[in-house]
Protein backbone atom coordinates (compact mmCIF):
# COMPACT_ATOMS: atom_id res chain seq x y z
CA UNK A 1 0.00 0.00 0.00
CA UNK A 2 2.74 2.22 -1.16
CA UNK A 3 4.00 4.08 -4.08
CA UNK A 4 7.25 2.39 -3.75
CA UNK A 5 8.98 -0.74 -4.47
CA UNK A 6 8.50 -3.49 -1.60
CA UNK A 7 12.51 -2.32 -0.95
CA UNK A 8 12.01 0.93 -0.56
CA UNK A 9 8.43 0.00 1.37
CA UNK A 10 10.53 -1.82 4.33
CA UNK A 11 13.22 0.78 4.03
CA UNK A 12 10.67 3.40 4.98
CA UNK A 13 8.92 2.23 7.45
CA UNK A 14 12.65 1.25 9.40
CA UNK A 15 13.09 5.02 9.01
CA UNK A 16 10.05 5.38 10.36
CA UNK A 17 10.61 3.50 13.56
CA UNK A 18 13.82 5.90 14.07
CA UNK A 19 11.41 8.79 14.13
CA UNK A 20 11.16 9.96 10.21
CA UNK A 21 7.19 9.45 9.58
CA UNK A 22 5.58 10.45 6.54
CA UNK A 23 2.54 13.37 6.62
CA UNK A 24 -0.94 11.86 6.30
CA UNK A 25 -3.53 13.50 4.05
CA UNK A 26 -0.87 16.18 3.16
CA UNK A 27 -0.11 15.62 -0.57
CA UNK A 28 1.48 12.53 -0.35
CA UNK A 29 1.57 9.94 -3.16
CA UNK A 30 -0.21 7.03 -2.61
CA UNK A 31 -0.53 4.54 -5.04
CA UNK A 32 -3.18 2.91 -2.82
CA UNK A 33 -5.28 6.20 -2.52
CA UNK A 34 -5.37 6.14 -6.41
CA UNK A 35 -6.08 2.99 -7.01
CA UNK A 36 -9.46 3.39 -4.44
CA UNK A 37 -10.44 6.31 -6.07
CA UNK A 38 -13.55 4.71 -7.95
CA UNK A 39 -14.81 3.32 -4.49
CA UNK A 40 -14.08 6.47 -2.98
CA UNK A 41 -17.19 6.75 -0.38
CA UNK A 42 -18.82 3.31 -0.94
CA UNK A 43 -17.95 2.34 2.52
CA UNK A 44 -20.82 3.80 4.41
CA UNK A 45 -20.62 1.90 7.60
CA UNK A 46 -16.76 0.69 8.37
CA UNK A 47 -16.52 -2.44 11.19
CA UNK A 48 -13.47 -2.56 12.54
CA UNK A 49 -12.04 -5.68 14.86
CA UNK A 50 -9.41 -5.91 17.35
CA UNK A 51 -8.12 -9.00 18.81
CA UNK A 52 -5.33 -7.09 21.04
CA UNK A 53 -1.79 -9.21 21.29
CA UNK A 54 -3.30 -12.14 19.21
CA UNK A 55 0.41 -13.31 18.13
CA UNK A 56 -0.40 -16.12 14.58
CA UNK A 57 -0.14 -19.16 17.28
CA UNK A 58 -3.26 -17.80 19.12
CA UNK A 59 -5.17 -17.29 16.16
CA UNK A 60 -4.68 -21.35 15.63
CA UNK A 61 -5.04 -22.06 19.40
CA UNK A 62 -8.50 -20.68 19.42
CA UNK A 63 -9.23 -22.56 15.76
CA UNK A 64 -8.07 -25.56 17.15
CA UNK A 65 -10.16 -25.64 20.46
CA UNK A 66 -12.84 -24.53 18.95
CA UNK A 67 -12.93 -27.68 16.25
CA UNK A 68 -11.75 -30.02 19.34
CA UNK A 69 -14.06 -29.07 21.73
CA UNK A 70 -17.31 -27.30 19.99
CA UNK A 71 -17.13 -29.27 16.23
CA UNK A 72 -16.23 -26.24 14.04
CA UNK A 73 -13.91 -23.84 12.98
CA UNK A 74 -13.74 -20.31 13.98
CA UNK A 75 -15.18 -17.68 12.20
CA UNK A 76 -12.50 -16.23 10.78
CA UNK A 77 -10.63 -19.59 9.54
CA UNK A 78 -13.76 -20.17 7.96
CA UNK A 79 -13.56 -17.20 5.96
CA UNK A 80 -9.89 -17.90 4.61
CA UNK A 81 -11.16 -21.21 3.97
CA UNK A 82 -14.37 -20.18 2.05
CA UNK A 83 -14.45 -19.17 -2.14
CA UNK A 84 -18.32 -17.66 -1.67
CA UNK A 85 -17.28 -14.48 0.12
CA UNK A 86 -14.70 -11.84 -1.72
CA UNK A 87 -11.96 -11.02 1.09
CA UNK A 88 -8.60 -9.44 1.06
CA UNK A 89 -6.32 -11.49 3.60
CA UNK A 90 -2.13 -9.89 3.78
CA UNK A 91 0.06 -9.32 6.71
CA UNK A 92 0.72 -5.62 8.64
CA UNK A 93 3.73 -3.99 10.03
CA UNK A 94 2.66 -2.41 13.21
CA UNK A 95 6.07 -0.55 14.03
CA UNK A 96 5.58 2.18 16.23
CA UNK A 97 7.30 5.51 15.51
CA UNK A 98 10.36 4.51 18.61
CA UNK A 99 10.35 0.90 18.07
CA UNK A 100 9.95 -1.76 16.25
CA UNK A 101 7.93 -3.64 19.03
CA UNK A 102 4.35 -1.72 19.70
CA UNK A 103 2.66 -1.16 22.57
CA UNK A 104 -1.63 -0.61 22.25
CA UNK A 105 -1.40 2.79 22.40
CA UNK A 106 0.59 3.58 19.71
CA UNK A 107 -0.91 0.80 17.15
CA UNK A 108 -4.29 1.94 17.76
CA UNK A 109 -3.18 5.44 16.96
CA UNK A 110 -1.69 4.41 13.53
CA UNK A 111 -4.96 3.47 12.60
CA UNK A 112 -6.99 6.33 14.60
CA UNK A 113 -5.06 9.26 13.00
CA UNK A 114 -2.59 7.89 10.73
CA UNK A 115 0.15 8.36 12.30
CA UNK A 116 3.03 6.74 13.87
CA UNK A 117 3.77 8.14 17.29
CA UNK A 118 6.24 6.59 20.56
CA UNK A 119 4.74 3.75 22.59
CA UNK A 120 2.53 4.65 25.51
CA UNK A 121 0.76 8.33 23.41
CA UNK A 122 -2.64 8.07 21.95
CA UNK A 123 -2.67 10.15 18.98
CA UNK A 124 0.23 13.00 20.24
CA UNK A 125 3.31 13.32 18.98
CA UNK A 126 6.30 13.93 20.43
CA UNK A 127 6.46 17.66 19.86
CA UNK A 128 3.03 17.46 21.40
CA UNK A 129 1.16 17.97 18.22
CA UNK A 130 -2.45 16.45 18.43
CA UNK A 131 -3.89 14.12 15.80
CA UNK A 132 -7.37 14.33 15.20
CA UNK A 133 -8.49 10.76 15.59
CA UNK A 134 -11.10 8.81 13.15
CA UNK A 135 -14.23 9.04 16.05
CA UNK A 136 -13.94 12.66 15.37
CA UNK A 137 -13.75 12.24 11.78
CA UNK A 138 -16.64 10.18 11.10
CA UNK A 139 -18.46 12.47 13.67
CA UNK A 140 -18.24 15.83 12.38
CA UNK A 141 -19.33 13.84 8.87
CA UNK A 142 -22.68 12.99 10.51
CA UNK A 143 -21.53 8.82 11.21
CA UNK A 144 -22.54 7.12 14.10
CA UNK A 145 -19.37 6.44 16.01
CA UNK A 146 -18.97 3.84 19.05
CA UNK A 147 -16.56 1.39 21.18
CA UNK A 148 -16.67 -1.85 22.31
CA UNK A 149 -13.97 -3.64 24.35
CA UNK A 150 -13.26 -6.25 26.60
CA UNK A 151 -11.12 -4.02 28.46
CA UNK A 152 -12.03 -0.34 30.37
CA UNK A 153 -13.45 1.69 27.70
CA UNK A 154 -10.47 3.93 28.64
CA UNK A 155 -7.90 1.41 27.66
CA UNK A 156 -5.23 2.20 24.50
CA UNK A 157 -7.34 0.56 21.88
CA UNK A 158 -10.39 2.12 21.71
CA UNK A 159 -8.73 5.60 23.08
CA UNK A 160 -6.67 4.86 20.04
CA UNK A 161 -9.87 5.45 17.93
CA UNK A 162 -11.19 8.85 20.10
CA UNK A 163 -8.96 10.24 22.12
CA UNK A 164 -5.65 12.50 22.81
CA UNK A 165 -3.18 12.10 25.66
CA UNK A 166 0.37 12.05 25.86
CA UNK A 167 0.50 9.19 28.28
CA UNK A 168 -1.83 6.37 28.15
CA UNK A 169 -2.56 6.24 31.67
CA UNK A 170 -4.18 9.46 31.79
CA UNK A 171 -7.37 7.10 31.99
CA UNK A 172 -9.90 9.70 33.65
CA UNK A 173 -8.72 12.60 31.40
CA UNK A 174 -9.64 10.01 28.14
CA UNK A 175 -12.85 9.31 29.68
CA UNK A 176 -13.93 13.06 30.30
CA UNK A 177 -12.81 13.35 26.47
CA UNK A 178 -15.55 10.81 25.58
CA UNK A 179 -17.64 12.77 27.60
CA UNK A 180 -16.78 15.89 25.92
CA UNK A 181 -17.10 14.43 22.09
CA UNK A 182 -20.39 12.52 22.43
CA UNK A 183 -19.68 9.24 20.71
CA UNK A 184 -22.96 7.31 19.95
CA UNK A 185 -22.07 4.02 21.95
CA UNK A 186 -19.64 3.17 24.28
CA UNK A 187 -19.77 -0.53 25.53
CA UNK A 188 -16.90 -2.47 28.33
CA UNK A 189 -15.30 -1.94 31.80
CA UNK A 190 -13.74 0.76 33.33
CA UNK A 191 -16.23 2.07 35.78
CA UNK A 192 -13.84 3.48 38.13
CA UNK A 193 -12.79 6.54 35.45
CA UNK A 194 -16.56 7.30 35.49
CA UNK A 195 -17.75 7.19 39.18
CA UNK A 196 -17.01 10.25 41.04
CA UNK A 197 -15.93 8.39 44.42
CA UNK A 198 -12.92 6.75 41.99
CA UNK A 199 -12.10 9.66 40.02
CA UNK A 200 -9.38 12.05 41.08
CA UNK A 201 -11.41 15.04 40.52
CA UNK A 202 -14.69 13.81 41.99
CA UNK A 203 -16.96 14.48 38.98
CA UNK A 204 -19.83 12.03 38.59
CA UNK A 205 -19.30 10.96 34.54
CA UNK A 206 -21.94 9.11 34.71
CA UNK A 207 -24.36 12.10 35.23
CA UNK A 208 -23.14 13.82 32.77
CA UNK A 209 -23.79 11.10 30.02
CA UNK A 210 -27.16 10.72 31.26
CA UNK A 211 -27.61 14.67 31.01
CA UNK A 212 -26.63 14.42 27.46
CA UNK A 213 -29.50 11.83 26.87
CA UNK A 214 -27.37 8.38 27.16
CA UNK A 215 -28.84 5.37 28.49
CA UNK A 216 -26.17 4.52 30.83
CA UNK A 217 -26.74 0.97 31.58
CA UNK A 218 -24.54 -1.04 33.92
CA UNK A 219 -25.84 -4.85 33.73
CA UNK A 220 -26.27 -7.02 31.28
CA UNK A 221 -29.82 -7.64 31.47
CA UNK A 222 -30.73 -4.09 30.55
CA UNK A 223 -28.77 -3.89 27.08
CA UNK A 224 -32.14 -4.82 25.66
CA UNK A 225 -34.12 -2.38 27.24
CA UNK A 226 -31.78 0.25 25.15
CA UNK A 227 -34.04 2.72 23.74
CA UNK A 228 -32.21 6.08 23.07
CA UNK A 229 -30.26 7.34 20.33
CA UNK A 230 -26.97 7.15 22.48
CA UNK A 231 -25.69 4.48 24.77
CA UNK A 232 -23.04 4.23 27.70
CA UNK A 233 -22.60 0.56 28.90
CA UNK A 234 -20.45 0.04 31.65
CA UNK A 235 -20.14 -3.81 33.05
CA UNK A 236 -17.16 -3.99 35.34
CA UNK A 237 -15.06 -1.31 37.79
CA UNK A 238 -11.69 -2.30 35.57
CA UNK A 239 -11.53 -4.98 32.91
CA UNK A 240 -14.57 -7.24 31.76
CA UNK A 241 -14.14 -10.65 33.32
CA UNK A 242 -12.17 -13.87 31.61
CA UNK A 243 -14.38 -15.38 29.52
CA UNK A 244 -13.32 -18.82 31.67
CA UNK A 245 -13.96 -17.20 34.56
CA UNK A 246 -17.49 -15.77 33.43
CA UNK A 247 -18.74 -19.11 32.60
CA UNK A 248 -17.85 -20.68 35.75
CA UNK A 249 -19.74 -18.07 37.60
CA UNK A 250 -23.44 -17.29 37.89
CA UNK A 251 -23.39 -13.82 39.08
CA UNK A 252 -20.97 -12.89 36.54
CA UNK A 253 -22.52 -14.44 33.22
CA UNK A 254 -25.87 -12.97 34.56
CA UNK A 255 -24.46 -9.12 35.06
CA UNK A 256 -21.54 -8.83 32.16
CA UNK A 257 -22.56 -9.38 28.23
CA UNK A 258 -19.81 -11.23 25.94
CA UNK A 259 -18.30 -9.66 23.65
CA UNK A 260 -20.60 -10.77 20.96
CA UNK A 261 -23.69 -9.53 22.63
CA UNK A 262 -22.01 -6.02 22.71
CA UNK A 263 -21.30 -6.71 18.76
CA UNK A 264 -24.90 -7.47 18.48
CA UNK A 265 -26.17 -4.94 20.23
CA UNK A 266 -23.75 -1.90 18.60
CA UNK A 267 -24.85 -3.22 15.15
CA UNK A 268 -28.64 -3.28 15.89
CA UNK A 269 -28.38 0.41 17.18
CA UNK A 270 -26.73 1.44 14.20
CA UNK A 271 -28.32 -0.54 11.50
CA UNK A 272 -30.49 1.96 9.33
CA UNK A 273 -28.09 4.41 10.47
CA UNK A 274 -28.96 7.68 7.12
CA UNK A 275 -24.75 8.54 7.22
CA UNK A 276 -23.61 5.39 8.03
CA UNK A 277 -21.28 4.74 11.22
CA UNK A 278 -17.99 3.97 12.49
CA UNK A 279 -17.58 0.90 15.24
CA UNK A 280 -14.38 -0.55 16.89
CA UNK A 281 -14.55 -4.07 18.17
CA UNK A 282 -11.75 -5.19 20.71
CA UNK A 283 -10.91 -8.51 21.99
CA UNK A 284 -8.85 -6.82 24.73
CA UNK A 285 -8.04 -9.39 27.22
CA UNK A 286 -6.34 -11.80 24.68
CA UNK A 287 -3.49 -9.52 25.36
CA UNK A 288 -3.65 -9.73 28.89
CA UNK A 289 -3.87 -13.50 29.17
CA UNK A 290 -0.79 -13.85 26.76
CA UNK A 291 0.77 -11.47 29.33
CA UNK A 292 0.12 -13.74 31.98
CA UNK A 293 1.23 -17.05 29.84
CA UNK A 294 -2.62 -17.82 30.75
CA UNK A 295 -3.73 -20.54 28.43
CA UNK A 296 -7.86 -20.82 29.80
CA UNK A 297 -8.31 -17.18 29.58
CA UNK A 298 -5.94 -16.69 26.20
CA UNK A 299 -8.00 -19.19 24.36
CA UNK A 300 -11.60 -18.70 25.55
CA UNK A 301 -11.33 -14.82 25.05
CA UNK A 302 -10.07 -15.35 21.62
CA UNK A 303 -13.39 -17.93 20.57
CA UNK A 304 -15.02 -15.20 22.12
CA UNK A 305 -13.67 -12.48 19.68
CA UNK A 306 -14.25 -15.23 17.00
CA UNK A 307 -17.67 -15.01 18.04
CA UNK A 308 -18.11 -11.39 17.88
CA UNK A 309 -16.09 -11.94 14.47
CA UNK A 310 -19.55 -13.97 13.39
CA UNK A 311 -21.79 -11.29 14.43
CA UNK A 312 -20.00 -8.84 12.15
CA UNK A 313 -19.61 -10.75 9.01
CA UNK A 314 -23.42 -11.58 9.72
CA UNK A 315 -24.58 -8.45 9.37
CA UNK A 316 -21.58 -7.20 6.71
CA UNK A 317 -23.61 -10.45 4.43
CA UNK A 318 -24.83 -9.76 0.90
CA UNK A 319 -24.13 -5.56 1.82
CA UNK A 320 -21.73 -3.97 -0.66
CA UNK A 321 -22.16 -0.19 1.90
CA UNK A 322 -19.79 -1.94 4.82
CA UNK A 323 -16.20 -1.74 5.15
CA UNK A 324 -15.56 -4.97 7.64
CA UNK A 325 -11.46 -5.13 9.38
CA UNK A 326 -10.35 -7.95 10.90
CA UNK A 327 -6.68 -7.79 12.60
CA UNK A 328 -4.65 -7.39 15.69
CA UNK A 329 -2.58 -4.78 16.78
CA UNK A 330 1.24 -6.96 18.06
CA UNK A 331 1.91 -10.60 18.73
CA UNK A 332 2.36 -10.94 22.53
CA UNK A 333 4.29 -14.44 23.98
CA UNK A 334 3.69 -16.23 20.88
CA UNK A 335 2.20 -19.43 22.36
CA UNK A 336 1.86 -22.71 20.50
CA UNK A 337 1.05 -26.43 20.56
CA UNK A 338 4.52 -27.66 20.93
CA UNK A 339 5.44 -31.09 19.68
CA UNK A 340 4.93 -33.85 22.82
CA UNK A 341 5.49 -37.28 22.89
CA UNK A 342 6.83 -40.12 20.60
CA UNK A 343 6.42 -38.16 16.81
CA UNK A 344 4.19 -35.71 18.41
CA UNK A 345 1.09 -37.87 19.25
CA UNK A 346 0.54 -36.82 22.51
CA UNK A 347 0.13 -32.74 21.55
CA UNK A 348 -3.29 -33.15 20.77
CA UNK A 349 -4.77 -34.84 23.96
CA UNK A 350 -2.76 -32.78 25.99
CA UNK A 351 -4.76 -29.76 24.38
CA UNK A 352 -8.11 -31.33 25.01
CA UNK A 353 -7.27 -30.84 28.99
CA UNK A 354 -8.14 -27.46 28.43
CA UNK A 355 -11.41 -28.47 28.08
CA UNK A 356 -11.45 -29.29 31.93
CA UNK A 357 -10.46 -25.96 32.73
CA UNK A 358 -13.11 -23.62 34.29
CA UNK A 359 -10.81 -20.32 35.66
CA UNK A 360 -8.02 -19.10 34.58
CA UNK A 361 -4.83 -18.63 35.76
CA UNK A 362 -5.61 -15.14 37.09
CA UNK A 363 -7.86 -16.73 39.10
CA UNK A 364 -5.71 -19.21 40.79
CA UNK A 365 -3.34 -16.70 41.86
CA UNK A 366 -5.32 -14.49 42.93
CA UNK A 367 -6.02 -17.01 46.00
CA UNK A 368 -2.35 -17.74 46.30
CA UNK A 369 0.28 -15.42 48.37
CA UNK A 370 4.35 -16.16 49.78
CA UNK A 371 2.31 -18.18 53.30
CA UNK A 372 0.58 -20.59 50.99
CA UNK A 373 1.74 -23.77 51.25
CA UNK A 374 2.54 -26.63 48.99
CA UNK A 375 -0.51 -28.45 49.03
CA UNK A 376 -2.67 -25.28 48.97
CA UNK A 377 -1.34 -24.85 45.74
CA UNK A 378 -1.87 -28.10 44.28
CA UNK A 379 -5.56 -27.74 45.73
CA UNK A 380 -6.02 -24.28 43.97
CA UNK A 381 -4.90 -25.29 40.59
CA UNK A 382 -6.60 -29.03 40.95
CA UNK A 383 -9.64 -26.89 41.01
CA UNK A 384 -9.47 -24.63 38.35
CA UNK A 385 -7.58 -26.92 35.70
CA UNK A 386 -8.73 -31.00 37.17
CA UNK A 387 -5.01 -31.37 36.79
CA UNK A 388 -2.88 -32.51 39.55
CA UNK A 389 0.65 -30.67 39.27
CA UNK A 390 3.17 -32.28 41.28
CA UNK A 391 4.90 -31.43 44.62
CA UNK A 392 8.45 -30.41 43.20
CA UNK A 393 5.66 -28.19 40.49
CA UNK A 394 4.13 -26.29 43.18
CA UNK A 395 7.64 -25.39 44.95
CA UNK A 396 8.43 -23.88 42.03
CA UNK A 397 5.85 -21.79 41.85
CA UNK A 398 5.51 -21.24 45.69
CA UNK A 399 9.27 -19.77 45.01
CA UNK A 400 8.38 -17.59 42.23
CA UNK A 401 5.47 -16.10 45.55
CA UNK A 402 8.22 -16.06 47.41
CA UNK A 403 10.49 -13.95 44.90
CA UNK A 404 13.44 -16.89 45.07
CA UNK A 405 12.74 -18.27 42.03
CA UNK A 406 15.46 -17.63 39.24
CA UNK A 407 15.34 -18.82 35.60
CA UNK A 408 17.56 -18.39 32.90
CA UNK A 409 15.26 -16.18 30.87
CA UNK A 410 14.73 -13.52 34.18
CA UNK A 411 11.17 -11.96 32.59
CA UNK A 412 9.84 -15.88 33.56
CA UNK A 413 10.49 -15.57 37.11
CA UNK A 414 7.11 -14.26 37.66
CA UNK A 415 4.41 -16.38 39.35
CA UNK A 416 2.05 -15.52 35.92
CA UNK A 417 5.18 -17.19 33.90
CA UNK A 418 6.45 -20.18 36.48
CA UNK A 419 2.27 -21.09 36.59
CA UNK A 420 2.16 -20.94 32.61
CA UNK A 421 5.23 -23.12 32.40
CA UNK A 422 4.17 -25.75 34.67
CA UNK A 423 0.65 -25.82 32.85
CA UNK A 424 2.69 -26.66 30.00
CA UNK A 425 3.62 -29.60 30.76
CA UNK A 426 -0.20 -30.90 30.69
CA UNK A 427 -1.27 -28.73 27.61
CA UNK A 428 1.87 -29.24 25.10
CA UNK A 429 0.93 -25.28 25.04
CA UNK A 430 4.71 -23.32 25.70
CA UNK A 431 5.14 -19.05 25.57
CA UNK A 432 8.17 -16.97 24.23
CA UNK A 433 8.23 -15.14 26.97
CA UNK A 434 5.79 -12.13 28.80
CA UNK A 435 5.64 -9.29 26.26
CA UNK A 436 4.40 -7.97 22.70
CA UNK A 437 6.54 -9.14 20.00
CA UNK A 438 7.73 -7.45 16.89
CA UNK A 439 5.26 -9.83 14.44
CA UNK A 440 4.03 -8.29 11.30
CA UNK A 441 0.22 -9.24 12.09
CA UNK A 442 -2.82 -10.98 10.05
CA UNK A 443 -4.97 -8.57 7.98
CA UNK A 444 -8.09 -9.56 6.84
CA UNK A 445 -10.69 -6.91 5.10
CA UNK A 446 -13.69 -7.32 3.70
CA UNK A 447 -15.84 -5.11 1.36
CA UNK A 448 -14.77 -2.41 -1.09
CA UNK A 449 -11.89 -1.45 -2.64
CA UNK A 450 -10.36 -4.86 -1.02
CA UNK A 451 -9.26 -5.71 -4.29
CA UNK A 452 -6.91 -2.74 -4.67
CA UNK A 453 -4.89 -3.89 -1.92
CA UNK A 454 -1.12 -5.02 -1.37
CA UNK A 455 -0.17 -8.26 0.63
CA UNK A 456 1.84 -6.32 2.63
CA UNK A 457 0.39 -3.33 4.28
CA UNK A 458 2.22 -0.48 6.65
CA UNK A 459 -0.40 0.12 9.55
CA UNK A 460 -0.76 3.73 9.02
CA UNK A 461 -2.95 3.02 5.24
CA UNK A 462 -5.59 1.39 7.21
CA UNK A 463 -6.28 5.01 8.21
CA UNK A 464 -6.25 6.42 5.11
CA UNK A 465 -7.84 3.64 3.63
CA UNK A 466 -10.94 4.27 5.90
CA UNK A 467 -10.81 7.92 5.30
CA UNK A 468 -10.64 7.74 1.57
CA UNK A 469 -13.28 4.59 1.59
CA UNK A 470 -15.62 6.57 3.24
CA UNK A 471 -15.47 9.96 1.52
CA UNK A 472 -14.78 11.77 4.73
CA UNK A 473 -11.55 13.32 4.25
CA UNK A 474 -12.54 16.82 4.52
CA UNK A 475 -13.49 16.13 7.83
CA UNK A 476 -9.58 15.00 8.45
CA UNK A 477 -7.92 18.26 9.49
CA UNK A 478 -8.08 19.61 13.03
Known amino acids: MSSFS ?42 FMVSDGMSSGTLTL ?29 LMDM ?42 IFRDAGKKTGLVTTTRLTHATPAGFAANVPDR ?55 PNASRQKLLGVFSDSHLPYTIDRQNNAALASTVPTLAEMTQTALKQFNGAQNGFLLQVEGGRVDHAAHGNDAAGLI ?3 IEFDEAVGVALDFASGREDTLLIITTDHGNANPAVNGTGDRYTDSGS ?52 NGELTTVYEAKNSPKAVLGSILANYLSINWLGTVHTSDYVELAVLGPGIEQMDNFTRNTDLFEMMVALAGVEKYASN
Request: aromatic fraction near 6%; avoid cysteine.
Open 6 to 47: RKDFLKSSALASLGIGSSVLSGKSSSLLDRISQAKGEAKNII
Open 62 to 90: GDLVKRRQYGEATNWLELYDSTERPYHRG
Open 95 to 136: ASLDSPVTDSAAAASSWGAGQRINNGAINMSPDGRRHKPIAE
Open 169 to 223: GMEDTIAMQYLQREFDLLMGGGARHFAPADRDDGKDLFAGFRAKGYDVIREKANL
Open 300 to 302: YDQ
Open 350 to 401: NLDNIQQFTHSNDWILSGLDANSSVEDIRDRVKTATNLGITRQQAIMLLKSL
